[in-house]
């Protein structure tokens, strides 16, 4: 079982940046592949970005391409997401998501992984 908790939320001015962390309990999480989503008010709850366990496949929803940047410390057993340029729209829950790697392929649907933290709130003022 995987426990993940993120941290790193808060308010922030638009144009600001954030940088989120999402710790892993797992000692084999370095097997795992890593996701962030979001969710808004009335919302479903959305891809942000991903990163395969090797780190050499990452993928970013359009809306968020250019100004975010997942990574990970497989060392630490930790994943960033990087927000620059923070938009209003990008008011969200945050979430950090595992999946077992059984292959290096970046998913982007919730339903395709298994371990979720609690989230954490990021809330961008205009």
């Known amino acids: 079982q995987v426990q993940l908790v993120e941290s790193g939320g808060g308010l922030v001015q638009a144009g600001g940046s954030l940088r989120l962390s999402c710790a892993a309990s797992?000692?084999?999480?370095?097997?795992?592949?890593m996701g962030w989503f979001r969710q808004a008010p009335g919302k479903e709850r959305e891809f942000v970005a991903g990163?395969?366990?090797?780190?050499?496949?990452?993928a970013y929803a359009n809306s968020v391409k250019g100004r975010f940047t997942i990574s990970r410390d497989n060392a630490k057993n930790a994943v960033y997401l990087q927000m620059n340029s923070l938009k209003p729209e990008d008011t969200a829950v945050y979430y950090c998501?595992?999946?077992?790697?059984?292959?290096?392929?970046?998913?982007?649907?919730?339903?395709?992984?298994?371990?979720w933290g609690q989230g954490t709130q990021v809330t961008v003022s205009s």
């Open positions: 998501a595992a999946v077992g790697a059984d292959s290096t392929v970046v998913r982007r649907s919730r339903a395709d992984y298994d371990y």
């Open positions: 797992e000692d084999t999480w370095s097997r795992y592949n």
């Open positions: 990163i395969s366990w090797t780190a050499f496949n990452i």
